[in-house]
């Protein structure tokens, strides 16, 4: 059976994807208690300790505008927590599959980005993912960054359960309506994480390893997903009555970090060369009851 370590254990992907390596693999889930991925020789000490075939790597600094008054943070975890676990996975031959971000790109290209477009990011959480994808490409030639994003679902707070409680408790909200991409549903993802740790610890030698886009289809804007995700809410009694959803300019609601406009990613590349297919957001929204209240 293969081994797998699993950093980010206790996130919102952590435990989707251990849950779907149950019984796949000999899983070592950690959490930060456990193994801070900041501390270099702590990383180094549970890899060898381990030898996992392959380490999943889902422990990151998501939050962006945090990130942005304080980058030190975000790039201790997102960039240099990366190449402890890339210099650690080389160390013991294992493949790091490693999740990245939308965010290394700028938005301002008209068309969905693709794996060999260059990146430039707009805020220090994106450069910090981007760094982290070169720490890793760096120092473990055998390594797959999955880039995803608008992952909604999972046990935390996420897009769809926030405009639920907002139709709810103020009876409808404001939702931009010009930041276009895709939601990924956390379950879909996780899935993909496991079959690609399988296909790794299988494969390690003939694996095609590089970057790779995984997310949702078809493309939308914030406004038009809590449209449907409103939609189902009222179709399977988890709402009232119907929320009045205002669409409204990004310009219009300023944050610390900004936003690239257009973070479309085009998933082809996964599709040709491992038959996965993109996250089916709307097929998600269809079952919102068996997973919008899950702690």
Avoid at 126 to 131: E, F, H, I, P, Q
Avoid at 181 to 205: E, H, Y
Avoid at 235 to 248: F, T
Avoid at 250 to 268: E, I, K, N
Wanted: charged share 20%; with cysteine; proline share 7%.
């Amino acid at each position: 059976m293969m081994r797998v370590w699993l950093t980010g254990a206790n996130g919102q992907i952590g435990r989707l994807t251990a849950l779907a390596l149950h019984g796949r693999a000999a899983l070592t889930a950690t959490a930060r208690r456990d193994t801070d991925i900041r501390d270099r020789a702590a990383v180094l000490r549970t890899a060898a300790a381990v030898r996992p075939h392959v380490i999943i790597n889902t422990a990151a600094h998501t939050d962006v505008d945090a990130a942005e008054r304080r980058p030190a943070a975000a790039f201790a975890v997102n960039a240099h927590g990366a190449a402890h676990l890339a210099e650690a996975a080389h160390a013991v031959g294992a493949t790091l599959l490693h999740l990245s971000t939308d965010y290394v790109f700028d938005g301002q290209k008209n068309a969905p980005y693709r794996e060999d477009d260059p990146p430039n990011p707009v805020n220090h959480y994106g450069a910090s993912k981007l760094a982290g994808e070169q720490h890793i490409i760096r120092h473990c030639p055998r390594h797959l960054i999955l880039r995803t994003a608008w992952v909604f679902g999972g046990h935390t707070r996420h897009f769809v359960r926030t405009i639920l409680d907002k139709a709810r408790t103020h009876g409808g909200a404001d939702i931009v309506a010009d930041r276009f991409g895709a939601p990924t549903f956390a379950d879909d993802l996780a899935a993909v994480l496991a079959d690609l740790a399988q296909r790794a610890a299988a494969n390690p030698d003939t694996l095609p390893y590089g970057t790779y886009h995984y997310c949702g289809a078809p493309h939308t804007h914030w406004h038009d997903f809590a449209r449907h995700a409103c939609r189902h809410a009222l179709r399977h009694g988890l709402l009232s009555k119907p929320p009045e959803l205002r669409p409204v300019r990004a310009a219009d609601y300023p944050t610390p970090a900004p936003r690239p406009p257009h973070s479309r990613l085009d998933c082809g590349k996964i599709t040709r060369t491992f038959g996965i297919a993109p996250s089916d957001w709307q097929n998600a929204l269809a079952r919102l009851p068996d997973w919008i209240s899950r702690t």
